[in-house]
């Protein structure tokens, strides 16, 4: 091969590296920060230590403005858990229907597939279940 093919090719799989490895890195933080910001608002004062943040309140409108946030998140809590509840239970339907159609290997795949569901949504209402509200401090 000629020196000018050789580093034509070395250049182009190097971008193309160059342009996977940003892919995958781009990926795994999105997922990242999606996953710390369901946990944030699992854990209860999520939405409240965001707009705290974003609103800048002084130490009189924090006083005043926390009991609607602890009224509102826990709406908006309990909202969550009753429509898992309902997809828990649309799911359930939805396997029962169609397990008839699928071999026990598929069968073995969905269930394990079902238990990490359920590992990763009991495991974020236990995170709520003991969450604290942290910003209720001074200013930032």
Request: aromatic content about 8%; cysteine-free.
């Amino acid at each position: 091969m000629q020196l000018k093919t050789k580093n034509t090719l070395t250049i182009v799989s190097t971008l193309l590296i160059g342009m996977l490895i940003g892919f995958l890195i781009s990926g795994r933080l999105t997922k990242m920060r999606m996953d710390n910001m369901r946990e944030s608002f699992m854990q209860g004062g999520g939405m409240e230590r965001h707009l705290m943040r974003a609103l800048n309140p002084t130490d009189e409108q924090r006083n005043e403005i926390a009991p609607i946030f602890d009224r509102y998140s826990q709406v908006m809590s309990e909202q969550l858990f009753e429509h898992q509840s309902e997809r828990d239970q649309i799911y359930t339907e939805f396997e029962t229907e169609l397990k008839p159609y699928l071999n026990d290997r598929q069968i073995e795949r969905l269930e394990r597939i079902k238990m990490e569901q359920r590992r990763k949504f009991h495991g974020q209402k236990n995170m709520k279940r003991r969450g604290q509200r942290q910003y209720r401090g001074g200013n930032n």
